[in-house]
């Protein structure tokens, strides 16, 4: 069996419990599941008990919701769990009805063998609002058992609203309009002390945003509302703030960026007209935050007793265990990423995946007295055969220190190996060295892979995201082709052989590079950015103001749009591309990609251009996701004469 069938096999495998939008709740963890149906997309949230790898999962909800978040295009995580009373609330987002869902379960003290039906309720699921054209975030508030609060978009407005959890079917009450944008709502243990963060629509939410508190009277009514402002933190500059999260009644840990990077700070809000800074924790090369791309990211979790932060540090992550603000032990993490987080008490968990793991679901009790050895104690399901990451730093544009991740083949067919450079999306987003099984798969064709975190790149500190600003599509292609120079100088790879893939934003770099090098011979894109003038008119809310920092305010550089727009170069284009591009991309219309394929056609022989009626911005489909990747094998194989 080939190594890229044991890739398959594995990852298959490891993927039969999900465990997507974990959450710990007492001694249960829920997480968001799919339910097989060809016809239509179908979830469920599920539990069991934590720590109990062997449990069969419980089905909490049933067979006909979609439970997604569509709050403010993208989303996050779907549902929220709530300890209430020794009972658990269950709130959920579902597409189908476009409302907001209650039920209410309580943990079943005794459960027989075999059985798993741990969670009990005797109520059916409660619809809570009508069907609604709108968006809802889900860091909810419940307020003397009664009342919720939480996040909604309607019709390019954002609202705090309430509702009340004993009526179904409900309108809305609206409690305030924002100016812009709001996020990470949230309150003291209490529930008299609101926060939330703000941001207007000249600035994206990591690039400046504002931190309110807002007091609330015995009925649940605001009384005040009152802005954070500190003359060390961001007065006179752009910071952003990143998750308050309440570990007492009146104190609060988020990050900050004032220095350069998300670095932690605890307020005291003891009186909300005079918040006062309790205490920063300062260091560098390490970032407490990311950017907001989706709601409900968690770095930090638990009390003021135990309090469990995340830190992304360098290429790898930390662990931070805090009691009274001062912390009494660090962990490092053998994850490259983490994508969920969630503790209750001393419990917690975390899902990352790592260089050479598929995703991984730790669960630790720190009450335990071997809770020291916790990364004695987790055992990955492996893949033994597979390119690992080097970390590759070179210089890039104006000469700064530029990272990459190299990836050596598996399989040495060649002298010298052919040559895949990736760009990633976002552009706010990176590499980060985890497991792809795309990755692995070129590698054991014989092929080096680079995935390059051109300057623009999270996870290096607020100055190398900042080199991006004005210039996308001239720094990212710059950097993607100093990368190759590189490596062609070590005589690492075949000069004559070098492709360049991009998803989305990493299309536009890709097709750039494409047009301005003769260093790259042939580009494979997803859904790429074609037209930024396009992109201006039509982009969704939440990244109208994207370009300005980006490229620059449409009316003063409009020529700039057109300039770095891939589809004003495709005349000139002689180099064979392969496109693919979903019909049902909601994101960058399919329609752009459309215009351009006659074109591509005409001055290419070898070129192609493939659309999926079934697919979105981001391919879900296993049979589609396998035709695109044999389809890029025999493109690669017949354009670079392989």
């Known amino acids: 069996m080939s190594n890229t069938e044991n890739l398959k096999i594995r990852q298959s495998d490891i993927k039969k419990i999900s465990f997507k939008e974990t959450s710990l709740i007492k001694n249960m963890i829920f997480w968001v599941d799919v339910i097989p149906d060809k016809q239509t997309y179908k979830n469920a949230i599920f539990a069991r008990p934590f720590n109990d790898k062997e449990a069969i999962p419980q089905q909490l909800t049933g067979d006909n919701f979609y439970i997604k978040s569509n709050f403010h295009g993208y989303g996050g995580k779907p549902y929220q769990c709530k300890d209430v009373n020794d009972q658990i609330y269950l709130i959920w987002i579902d597409q189908f009805s476009r409302a907001l869902w209650l039920q209410i379960f309580k943990v079943k003290e005794i459960v027989l063998k075999n059985n798993n039906e741990y969670l009990l309720s005797d109520m059916k699921p409660r619809q809570l609002t009508k069907s609604l054209e709108s968006n809802f975030d889900t860091s909810f508030i419940i307020y003397k058992k009664n009342l919720l609060y939480g996040l909604c978009e309607i019709k390019n407005k954002?609202?705090?609203?309430?509702?009340?959890?004993?009526?179904?079917?409900?309108k809305i009450r609206k409690l305030k309009k924002f100016d812009f944008f709001a996020g990470n709502l949230s309150s003291n243990t209490k529930g008299n002390l609101f926060c939330w963060l703000e941001w207007n629509n000249?600035?994206?939410?990591?690039?400046?945003?504002?931190?309110?508190?807002?007091?609330?009277?015995?009925?649940?009514?605001?009384?005040?509302?009152?802005?954070?402002?500190?003359?060390?933190?961001?007065?006179?500059?752009?910071?952003?703030f990143f998750q308050p999260y309440w570990i007492t009644e009146n104190l609060l840990v988020?990050?900050?960026?004032?220095?350069?990077?998300?670095?932690?700070?605890?307020?005291?809000?003891?009186?909300?007209?005079k918040i006062v800074l309790k205490k920063r924790i300062i260091k560098s090369?390490?970032?407490?935050?990311?950017?907001?791309?989706?709601?409900?990211?968690?770095?930090?979790?638990?009390?003021?007793?135990?309090?469990?932060?995340?830190?992304?540090?360098?290429?790898?992550?930390?662990?931070?265990?805090?009691?009274?603000?001062?912390?009494?032990?660090?962990?490092?993490?053998?994850?490259?990423?983490?994508?969920?987080?969630?503790?209750?008490?001393?419990?917690?968990?975390?899902k990352g995946n790592t260089m050479g793991y598929f995703g991984y679901l730790i669960e630790n009790d720190f009450e335990e007295k071997d809770s020291a050895t916790l990364l004695k104690k987790i055992s990955f399901e492996s893949v033994n055969d597979y390119s690992k990451p080097e970390s590759f730093w070179f210089k890039g544009f104006n000469n700064q220190w530029t990272h990459s991740f190299i990836y050596k083949p598996i399989l040495e067919?060649?002298?010298?190996?052919?040559?895949?450079?990736?760009?990633?999306?976002g552009p706010t987003a990176y590499f980060d060295g985890s497991i792809n099984s795309e990755v692995q798969y070129w590698t054991s064709l014989g092929f080096?892979?680079?995935?390059?975190?051109?300057?623009?790149?999270?996870?290096?500190?607020?100055e190398y995201r900042e080199r991006l600003n004005y210039k996308w599509g001239i720094v990212d292609s710059y950097d993607c082709k100093a990368l190759v120079l590189n490596l062609i100088r070590l005589n690492l790879v075949n000069s004559a052989k070098v492709a360049i893939f991009g998803n989305s934003a990493g299309g536009l770099t890709a097709i750039n590079s494409l047009c301005e090098s003769d260093l790259f011979k042939v580009a494979i894109c997803k859904y790429p950015?074609?037209?930024?003038?396009?992109?201006?008119?039509?982009?969704?809310?939440?990244?109208?103001?994207?370009?300005?920092?980006?490229?620059?305010?449409?009316?003063?550089?409009?020529?700039?749009?057109?300039?770095?727009?891939?589809?004003?170069?495709?005349?000139?284009?002689?180099?064979?591309?392969?496109?693919?591009?979903?019909?049902?991309?909601?994101?960058?219309?399919?329609?752009q990609t459309l215009k351009i394929k006659e074109e591509i056609l005409k001055n290419n022989k070898y070129s192609e251009v493939i659309f999926f009626d079934n697919e979105g911005h981001g391919f879900r489909n296993i049979d589609n996701k396998k035709k695109v990747l044999l389809k890029s094998q025999k493109f690669l194989e017949k354009t670079l004469n392989i």
Not at 254 to 273: A, P, R, Y
Not at 448 to 459: I, L, M
């Open 158 to 170: 954002d609202y705090l609203f309430s509702l009340n959890l004993k009526k179904t079917k409900q």
């Open 448 to 462: 080096t892979v680079a995935e390059v975190n051109y300057g623009g790149s999270s996870g290096f500190g607020r």
């Open 285 to 350: 090369l390490t970032e407490y935050g990311s950017p907001q791309w989706l709601s409900g990211i968690s770095f930090f979790s638990g009390t003021i007793k135990n309090l469990f932060c995340l830190a992304k540090k360098e290429n790898s992550w930390i662990l931070e265990k805090y009691q009274n603000l001062s912390c009494i032990e660090e962990f490092s993490l053998p994850f490259s990423s983490i994508s969920d987080f969630s503790v209750s008490d001393q419990k917690l968990v975390i």
């Open 413 to 425: 067919r060649f002298i010298k190996s052919p040559l895949i450079v990736k760009a990633h999306s």
């Open 202 to 240: 000249s600035y994206m939410p990591w690039e400046k945003n504002h931190l309110f508190f807002a007091s609330f009277d015995n009925d649940g009514e605001i009384q005040e509302i009152k802005e954070f402002t500190n003359k060390v933190i961001n007065q006179g500059k752009n910071v952003s």
């Open 254 to 273: 988020c990050s900050e960026d004032s220095t350069g990077w998300w670095n932690l700070c605890f307020l005291d809000v003891t009186d909300i007209k």
């Open 529 to 591: 950015v074609l037209d930024l003038n396009d992109m201006h008119y039509k982009t969704h809310r939440f990244e109208k103001a994207y370009l300005n920092s980006l490229i620059g305010e449409y009316s003063k550089f409009r020529n700039e749009y057109k300039f770095r727009s891939p589809i004003n170069k495709i005349s000139e284009l002689k180099k064979p591309m392969l496109l693919f591009h979903g019909k049902e991309d909601l994101v960058i219309s399919y329609k």
